[in-house]
């Protein structure tokens, strides 16, 4: 079978356009931009912040430079998973980079189901203005209370009460649901018992953000980090009570639109830890020759020609593995691509932090500070290991896979 892994000419301009725009204009905005948070409601957008964002996203999307994400639409530009898979890796290489160009998570993933799996309604009511980020939104799916890397344990309550539905329970992790332009979850909820097959007991609902009964209790923390004003809300749900169009395709069809929706949304926050590693690389090899110790250059000492040496390779087996991933998924295929998808959730996100964790190596203490991003990229990567299933799920389903080519029982 020919794989292809290269992109058309007309599709490596555009690249070179987001390339030039990222390291032009967004890096260099990345201190100003931080540098605000906690500037009075760390929960809102201070006025720099606002500039420095908007402006940007203005200058994107006048160029054309937007929405790359739509690979299966007439809504996007025509790019293919193994095509925007570069992009990614671009817009990775900034923590400001996905939203500039309005390929953010989850906004992709749920932009997505909108516009698969919602009504006219919906389109019109929150696809619009997220396409033209406008608004923000959140995907509601782990719960506290349950060990949801078994997605089949959700139980957020979801009972039908004449033309409504009413929902009650606890979510958390909830992504950006602390920032203030998210108007919009979808959730993951359960709508039916040990009547139904496991696999058809949970759906998926659209809540406005601001819905009577629900309730903000905490942002959770991410290594003692909040994340404002973006953040990972921890929300209580009493007696939310949402009109029953609201449902998503129909009762139990929750994991139909979730293998939709976390497919490609893994590919692409596999390829921008691929970004985060090619940054820190480039920080870790210009530290090592402008830095001087025991009278030589940092990377004339030690193991570090070596380290750098693994670092690049350990990229370049990551980045292949992701684009063999987003191949398989160019060919409508979400089963087939699945363990290749596993594959690449495990690998990438440990190479990135390797990588990442060189870099804090070279630069010693300053590595861990605030004066580079290092630290910051470190804690995000390790997050990543645990969002969209933990490593532990996904090498069983890599493994379930293999094992099946030589046995016929039940793995």
Same mark, same amino acid.
Request: glycine share 8%.
């Given at each position: ?24 204009? !967004?890096? #260099? ?35 054309? *430079? ?9 809504? &996007? ?18 923590? *400001? ?46 719960? #506290?209370? !349950? ?32 920032? #203030? ?43 003692? /980090?909040?994340?404002? #004003?973006?953040?990972?809300? /921890? *929300? ?13 395709? &129909? ?11 976390? %497919? ?58 992701? *684009? ?42 300053? %590595? ?44």
């Amino acid at each position: 079978m020919d794989m292809n892994f290269g992109m058309r000419e007309e599709t490596r301009a555009l690249l070179d356009r987001v390339s030039a725009m990222i390291r032009d204009e !967004v890096m #260099p905005l990345e201190d100003a931009y931080h540098a605000e948070i906690g500037k009075g409601d760390r929960w809102t957008y201070t006025v720099r912040q606002a500039e420095i964002l908007e402006g940007l996203k203005v200058k994107a999307k006048a160029a054309g *430079l937007w929405n790359f994400w739509l690979t299966d639409s007439d809504r &996007g530009i025509g790019l293919s998973t193994v095509e925007y898979a570069y992009f990614a890796e671009q817009m990775g290489k900034t923590p *400001l980079g996905a939203e500039v160009f309005n390929c953010s998570a989850p906004d992709t993933g749920n932009m997505e189901v909108f516009e698969r799996y919602g009504s006219e309604g919906m389109k019109q009511q929150w696809l619009q203005p997220l396409l033209a980020g406008e608004i923000r939104s959140a995907y509601l799916m782990t719960e #506290p209370d !349950v060990a949801s890397s078994d997605a089949t344990n959700i139980a957020m309550s979801c009972v039908r009460d004449g033309e409504s539905y009413v929902l009650n329970g606890e979510k958390w992790w909830a992504s950006g649901a602390g920032d #203030p332009r998210c108007k919009v979850y979808i959730v993951m909820v359960k709508t039916a018992g040990d009547e139904k097959p496991k696999h058809q007991r949970q759906s998926m609902i659209v809540v406005p953000a601001d819905a009577e009964g629900i309730e903000v209790l905490r942002p959770m923390q991410v290594y003692g /980090h909040d994340d404002a #004003p973006h953040g990972h809300m /921890h *929300l209580r749900f009493t007696n939310v009570r949402v009109p029953a169009e609201s449902i998503l395709l &129909g009762e139990g069809r929750g994991f139909e639109i979730a293998q939709g929706r976390l %497919g490609p949304g893994r590919i692409h926050h596999c390829m921008r830890a691929v970004g985060q590693a090619e940054i820190a690389l480039e920080q870790m090899c210009r530290r090592a020759l402008a830095r001087e110790a025991f009278g030589k250059p940092l990377a004339q000492l030690g193991a570090n020609y070596d380290i750098i040496a693994e670092c690049r390779m350990e990229i370049e087996m990551a980045r292949l593995l992701c *684009l063999k991933a987003a191949w398989y998924m160019d060919q409508g295929d979400a089963r087939a691509a699945a363990p290749w998808i596993s594959q690449i959730k495990v690998v990438a996100p440990r190479m990135a932090l390797k990588v990442i964790d060189e870099a804090v190596q070279m630069f010693g203490g300053q %590595g861990i500070s605030q004066d580079t991003p290092l630290a910051r990229a470190w804690t995000h990567v390790r997050t990543l290991r645990l969002a969209d299933g933990p490593d532990a799920v996904h090498r069983r389903q890599v493994a379930r896979v293999e094992l099946k080519k030589y046995t016929q029982e039940k793995i």
